[in-house]
């Protein structure tokens, strides 16, 4: 199975700050590589697919990139509504695992 | 608009069986890939099974020969059949589409507990 490591787990930032979430791989995928926000009590909604490709409406703020085991996720000018859990996950190869999750609280 | 529409959650004792129901509207259910995730209270997510356009299905090893994942394409509605249920599959269950999740639906709350 492929494991799906985050960091930081947590993180505390303030409105308008850069946020750097990173999803190491413990293989490498190419790019089947997706990212997910999920605020408390709501399903997850899906940002990123294809390590860097923008899910249609969300914010340009949001951004993907990486490549076989190494993708970061990147929020720029944070704003209140981005602060909740974040979760990458692979789809190269099966079972489809996530990582442990990221939460982003305010500073 | 893709919208997705879990029912059939509930209270179940060990050993027991449920099947949630996932209503798909928006796009074509046969040919897509349709998942079911599923969030323990609390924890993170984890994949349970997918199911091809052309049929093929795999599934998680926690619920492998336990759960089935089917499919009405006239009904565009997915399914998952569960049994042997144990206390550990106590969680939420969203469906979803694609192999990279891109659509949700709300979930649907299954709770087992003797």
């Known amino acids: 199975d492929i494991q799906m490591t985050q960091s930081p787990s947590s993180l505390s930032a303030s409105v308008g700050d850069r946020v750097t979430i990173t999803c190491r791989a413990s293989q490498g995928i190419s790019n089947y590589l997706a990212w997910f926000q999920q605020k408390p009590g709501k399903a997850p909604k899906s940002l990123i697919y294809a390590a860097s490709s923008l899910q249609s409406g969300v914010p340009s703020r949001f951004s993907g990139s990486g490549s076989g085991t190494d993708f970061t996720l990147t929020i720029n000018n944070l704003q209140p509504e981005d602060f909740a859990t974040y979760y990458c996950?692979?789809?190269?190869?099966?079972?489809?695992?996530f990582g442990g999750g990221t939460k982003v609280e305010i500073k | 608009e893709v919208q997705l529409v879990e029912s059939g959650g509930g209270l179940i004792q060990p050993g027991g069986s449920l099947r949630l129901s996932c209503a798909a509207s928006?796009?074509?259910?046969?040919?897509?890939?349709m998942s079911w995730v599923r969030q323990a209270p609390g924890k993170g997510l984890e994949w349970v099974s997918i199911i091809y356009s052309g049929g093929s299905a795999f599934y998680a090893d926690s619920v492998k020969g336990r759960f089935n994942i089917y499919r009405d394409n006239s009904k565009s509605t997915l399914f998952l059949q569960m049994n042997s249920l144990r206390a550990e599959d106590t969680a939420v269950y969203y469906c979803a589409r694609d192999r990279y999740f891109g659509y949700w639906g709300q979930g649907t709350l299954v709770t087992v507990f003797s």
């Open positions: 928006g796009f074509t259910v046969s040919s897509s890939y």
């Open positions: 996950q692979q789809y190269n190869s099966y079972p489809l695992t």
